[in-house]
């Protein structure tokens, strides 16, 4: 027999779980008009971090994006790509570069790229910025035998100008 206090406990993972639950299945989405207990909801969803769309569990799985740079000085080639031990930096600059999906982002994108590896390798005075797509194909797809693959499409090169 359970408490009256494990019945509480019991009753608030229940009522957190079905705000999870509604949330990721797009809640707000559901009505144009917010009523009163749309809003308390989303509120508490707010401030608990239950309100998150869990849209991860979408049916596509989105493309990653990988950026190599191809610095040179004239007489020698170096490729490279910005990462570093600390795994939240290399998050953070992962999710700088899913900004390169957006067309109109691109160029700026490319030059502010190229600008901080050409300040990190001072004796460079060209560098490629390749920004690479992982096309991963739908499940159906995949199951009929389509792999992912790795496509360049943007490559740009600059030059220091002095």
């Not at 009505?31 to 509120?43: G, N």
Request: net charge positive; charged share 20%; with cysteine.
């Amino acid at each position: 027999m359970l408490t009256i206090k494990q019945r509480v406990w019991l009753c608030i993972a229940c009522f957190h779980l079905m705000v999870v639950a509604l949330h990721a299945a797009h809640l707000e989405e559901w009505t144009s008009d917010k009523p009163w207990l749309l809003k308390q909801i989303t509120t508490y969803g707010d401030f608990t971090g239950s309100g998150n769309i869990f849209s991860f569990f979408a049916p596509h799985v989105g493309n990653e994006i990988a950026v190599v740079y191809t610095l040179g000085d004239g007489s020698h080639q170096e490729v490279t790509r910005l990462e570093g031990p600390n795994t939240e930096c290399n998050r953070r600059i992962q999710t700088i570069y899913n900004f390169f999906s957006i067309e109109e982002a691109q160029s700026l994108l490319a030059k502010s790229c190229a600008a901080y590896m050409l300040r990190q390798h001072p004796s460079s005075n060209v560098v490629r910025v390749t920004v690479i797509d992982k096309r991963v194909p739908a499940m159906a797809a995949y199951r009929a035998g389509s792999e992912p693959k790795w496509e360049p499409f943007l490559v740009k090169d600059f030059r220091v100008t002095r």
